[in-house]
């Protein structure tokens, strides 16, 4: 089986794809192989983008220094942002596809 690429989140991390599974990869250092990442497995990709979005929250809030809660509410947000903006061709094709889907089957109405 031959993993494809779905989607780079940034230069660490990626979604990878085969007809079965979608994998999150992550390099834990600039010079690790993303062959080599440490893997997580999913069975949908919705799953995998709740992964990297609690991935960057915990990347984004463990810098080292004391944090008030405006802080993490502001940092939680940005990533949150970030998410859906990346999504967004994703769930745009999925609607699109169920929408196409739907009407082939007779269901689309007129209400």
Request: charged share 35%.
């Amino acid at each position: 089986m031959t993993m494809k690429l779905i989607c780079k989140i940034n230069e660490r991390i990626s979604i990878w794809a085969d007809e079965h599974q979608y994998v999150v990869r992550t390099q834990t250092s600039s010079k690790q192989k993303m062959k080599h990442a440490d893997s997580s497995y999913f069975s949908s990709l919705e799953s995998c983008f709740e992964e990297v979005f609690e991935y960057l929250c915990r990347t984004r809030l463990a810098d080292g220094r004391d944090k008030k809660i405006k802080e993490i509410a502001e940092i939680i947000i940005a990533t949150k942002k970030d998410i859906i903006k990346i999504m967004r061709p994703f769930t745009e094709l999925h609607h699109r596809i169920n929408g196409a889907a739907e009407v082939g089957r007779g269901r689309e109405t007129d209400d």
